[in-house]
């Protein structure tokens, strides 16, 4: 029993794991945002491209 206990101690100190996980969540958060804005500020964004080509 005692084996156990430490050895689920040992596994809960461990932190690598739990750090990237974090990671890739904030990772996923900021690529949602990045698309959601694209996505909301596209037509803004071909409108001012048409201009700049119509221009030349």
């Not at 029993?1 to 739990?18: H, P, V």
């Not at 900021?30 to 001012?48: M, P």
Request: hydrophobic share 55%.
């Amino acid at each position: 029993m005692t084996y156990l206990t430490e050895l689920f101690a040992a596994i809960r100190r461990r932190e690598e794991g739990q750090t990237m996980a974090e990671y890739g969540v904030i990772l996923a958060v900021i690529t949602v945002l990045i698309i959601g804005a694209l996505l909301f500020l596209s037509s803004g964004i071909e409108r001012n491209i048409m201009s700049v080509v119509s221009i030349l």
